[in-house]
């Protein structure tokens, strides 16, 4: 595999959110359904579902939870919006 076919096949992703400086949730291109981000970082590798703001997969310390999951409230109707715009 060259180098430029090993760069194309990367999936590009983004940081929408920092929590405590060390988690971040992110958006990952050409993702898989259904619509969802992940959280990363430290102890956590987690899956939210968008429509639902459901951890369907992974884990994350105590206390994370209640803050991710607010945070994904307030700004669901962006998240989405962005997820779709990446599935192209």
Known sequence: MTYRNYFYKIQAMTTKH????KYRLQLR???HEPMHVHL???EANAMFDLA???LVAGTLPTGVL???????????????????????
């Open 66 to 88: 209640t803050e991710v999951t607010a945070w994904l409230k307030v700004n669901q109707t962006a998240l989405i919006e962005e997820w779709k715009s990446w599935q192209v």
């Open 52 to 54: 639902t703001l459901a």
């Open 40 to 42: 990363v970082g430290g």
């Open 18 to 21: 920092r929590f405590r400086n």
């Open 29 to 31: 291109e050409k993702d």
